[in-house]
């Protein structure tokens, strides 16, 4: 199983990744994960995006990708994936798939787009950020993550609704509702 999940920031890509981790048993590979875990590693690339890092730089695309691409060849993940945060926008997707072939394996099987409303997702931020004292979750800022995911992330959805592989699903409700919804299209 080779799943993308998409959806805007508080749609719950994270909590509904976790448990199809333990359903599926293959990895969720994040890019925030991807970059650390290659940082503490100490791979080339690792090493590069720590230099970027560590002078408060944005790490390179190329430098991602590449780092998604030394995670996608781990033993771990040959059976299936998970990714989260990769692909951003449907360059990264077009660089995916001819990753998946370099690599000699299957393309993405299905990308799950959570749909939330916007208000609902609004909702949910502010809440978490007095929850957990997040203080920088403001809600222009909430609004502003939401325009940046519609403009650059959206896209995806007609990208992957090209190739037939895009299953909507409904993001509100128990977690219990949302991950048994995700199961029945993903079978």
Known sequence: MRLVLLGAPGSGKGTQGEKLVAHFGIPKISTGDALRAAVKAGTELGKKAKATMDAGGLVANEIV??????????????????????????????????????LGQPGIDKAVHLHVTDEEIVKRLLDRAQKEGREDDKEDVIRKRIEVYNAETRPLL???????????????????????????VTR
């Open 65 to 102: 990708i590449g780092i998604v691409e030394e995670r996608l060849g781990q033993a771990d993940a040959q059976k299936g994936f998970i990714l989260d945060g990769f692909p951003r926008n449907t360059a990264q997707a077009e660089v995916l798939d001819g990753m998946l072939k370099r």
């Open 158 to 184: 007609d990208y992957y609704s090209k190739q037939g592989k895009v299953v909507t699903v409904e993001g509100i409700g128990s977690l219990e509702d949302i991950f048994n919804r995700i199961l029945a």
